[in-house]
């Protein structure tokens, strides 16, 4: 049984993203939603300093956040100022609780006459006995149709540490709704930003006449906190205006924690502050033995947080995000107007006066050392559980998309274990609950059924000429290993009883170093000297090659505990590659999974999405 969590705050933590791409008025944003709420108290908990706080926070971060997504027009002037703070920051409060309840209703807007059906996924939670409240649609739940309410009710008692949440229906990410948590620490939200609408976007990647390498769409620019820098020279018939990036203001000599939070579409950054270093202390809300770096590389969905000393010399400093890009990150050929890879904001000394603003030089790496998970351990050093485990094998590859027309939703990747994704009319967690043993998954689900109480080994191997950041939920893993080798047999093996691995819920499964090219045909994966698989349901769909051609790959070795009954995502948080279908369903200790608690609003969500899908002319799931 892996160890609870370090307690590395005593805060959890929820706060709004400023990234809609529209300005709305308040009688607008008064007419997208009527949101309430309520949390369950315990006598031990004030109303004041507790139960207040967190109502009054969700409410901020749903109404605005549902704002950014309704209000979105990309004909609108206003669309292309990535470096218009279109909304102001909301109040922060304090809070720590044990049980959230969320009561979330979504109406019509002008903007969208049809309404907009979405979920949220609450990102880095455990959602122990509360399956249901995990977000993703089609998988624990369907999508909240204008006019229905959904619950979200959770517990924090395990998670401590730095999370955020999003939406996980369609590319609504990308859209805005992406929200960022913290108390009374300084949190630092970075983000890609497409001057263009998701669904645009999707339809020219998913077209194989137009994009015929099935390459992503590229971000124009980034965010810290909602601010970012664009040239206005490449956006002359817009209006755009020069303003100061984002302020941090501290006070001399004092330390502060910086929560850093990837909450991108596709880009990871390299972050850093000009002549200040880092010291790591907490991996996507795990507490680590403290390590000093210049920089961290942050990949989409990871979360870190780090102290910094105000020591030096007062003045304005660059807090710096360069973003990557080309191999083995994107693979864009042409990149779009305007392309900006580098967003700052500024560490400000109290009693500095404000600068004027000046041209944006030449964004520098930082020298070594970097942040590297091979430097970064656990806090608590509890021994590896590993008395008796399974192993799984997964192979990611990227093929070129299909030239039929009637395919919609095209598996971009492949090998046995993925399948193109397709929208079920049950969320399959709830078909799961229904059927128990004998429920026969859909092919899209892509379906691992895991036995309880097993200690379980997931070995990546990584194809694909860029890389993947791989993300489990409901499940902290251990990384046991992850690199690049040319054999699977140098895959390291040899775990049990370390005290060292780190814990996180998003690793980078590394390219193979190919120079953008793939490394061998996909699926053709010799694993030797490995036992074959023995998850439940998948034993024939592994590849195992007769030989191994000599060639270098990606890969990362995980191992989990499954001790959580549910139905999990595993999947790829690159938006692109997780809408072609790079993710896998963990069915988990099924006679337990059936006796979860089934709340109320599941069905009564499921059926006003069915009627309100029926309603809307040419409106699809």
């Known amino acids: 049984m892996p160890p609870n969590p370090v307690k590395a705050s005593t805060s959890t933590l929820f706060v709004l993203d400023n990234t809609d791409k529209h300005q709305c008025s308040e009688a607008e944003a008064e007419s997208l939603l009527t949101p309430k709420l309520a949390s369950q108290t315990t006598p031990r908990l004030s109303f004041r300093q507790h139960i207040l706080p967190l109502a009054l926070s969700f409410l901020f971060g749903i109404v605005f956040c549902l704002v950014a997504l309704a209000c979105l027009n990309p004909d609108e002037p206003s669309n292309n100022e990535p470096n218009h703070p279109t909304r102001p920051r909301k109040p922060v409060f304090n809070y720590e609780t044990k049980t959230i309840t969320l009561f979330w209703t979504a109406t019509n807007t002008s903007q969208s006459p049809d309404g907009v059906p979405t979920s949220l996924h609450f990102h880095g939670m455990i959602q ?62 970075l983000a890609d930003w497409y001057h263009e609408q998701s669904e645009d976007l999707l339809g020219w990647y998913l077209d194989s006449t137009t994009n015929p390498g099935g390459n992503e769409p590229v971000w124009n620019s980034g965010l810290i906190n909602g601010v970012g820098q664009f040239n206005c020279s490449d956006a002359p018939d817009i209006a755009c205006e020069t303003r100061e990036p984002f302020v941090q203001v501290v006070d001399p000599e004092s330390t502060v924690r910086l929560r850093i939070l990837n909450t991108a579409t596709f880009a990871a950054f390299l972050f ?10 907490e991996v996507d809300g795990v507490g680590v033995v403290p390590y000093v770096v210049d920089s961290l590389t942050i990949n989409v969905g990871q979360r870190y947080s780090v102290l910094i000393t105000a020591s030096q010399k007062p003045g304005n400093y660059w807090i710096r995000a360069k973003m990557y890009h080309g191999n083995p990150w994107t693979s864009m050929p042409h990149l779009p107007p305007g392309f900006n890879p580098d967003v700052r904001a500024i560490l400000r000394y109290k009693g500095i006066t404000q600068r004027p603003l000046q041209m944006i030089p030449t964004l520098q790496t930082p020298t070594p050392p970097t942040e590297q998970d091979t430097y970064l351990y656990q806090f608590d050093f509890q021994t590896l559980p590993g008395d008796t485990y399974q192993k799984a094998y997964n192979t990611l590859s990227k093929l070129s998309p299909t030239s039929s027309s009637s395919q919609k939703w095209i598996p971009i990747f492949t090998s046995s274990s993925f399948y193109q994704p397709a929208k079920p009319d049950a969320p399959l967690l709830l078909q799961a609950h229904t059927n128990g043993s004998s429920w026969i998954p859909p092919p899209s689900a892509n379906a691992v059924w895991l036995s309880p109480d097993r200690v379980i080994d997931f070995v990546i191997v990584n194809t694909d000429p860029g890389e993947h950041p791989m993300h489990i939920h409901g499940h902290v893993f251990w990384v046991l290993a992850t690199g690049v080798a040319n054999s699977t047999r140098n895959i390291p093996r040899q775990v049990e009883g370390r005290r060292d691995a780190l814990r996180r819920d998003v690793v980078t499964v590394p390219a193979c170093p190919n120079d953008g090219e793939e490394c061998y045909p996909a699926g053709f994966v010799d694993f030797p000297e490995y036992e074959k698989p023995v998850l439940e349901g998948r034993k024939d769909r592994y590849p195992v090659a007769e030989s191994e051609p000599a060639t270098w790959f990606g890969y990362s070795v995980i191992r989990m505990v499954s001790d959580n009954p549910g139905l999990w995502l595993f999947h790829c948080h690159i938006s692109w590659h997780m809408a072609t279908g790079l993710g896998i369903s963990l069915v988990e200790s099924i006679e337990e999974l059936q006796k979860l608690e089934k709340p109320w609003t599941v069905t009564d969500t499921c059926d006003s999405f069915g009627k309100w899908k029926g309603e809307s002319e040419g409106s699809t799931p």
């Not at 999508?143 to 309410?149: D, E, K, L, Q, S």
């Not at 850093?272 to 202390?281: F, G, M, P, Q």
């Open 128 to 189: 122990r006995d509360t399956a249901f409240a995990d977000g993703p649609a089609a998988v624990t739940q369907c999508p909240v149709a204008p006019g229905a309410t959904f619950v979200y009710n959770f517990t924090t008692e395990e998670t401590a540490g730095s999370f955020w949440w999003h939406a996980h229906y369609h590319l609504h990410i990308l859209d805005g709704l992406r929200v960022k948590t913290y108390s009374q620490d300084v949190a630092f939200q």
């Open 272 to 281: 850093s502050v000009d002549a200040h270093s880092l010291t790591v202390i």
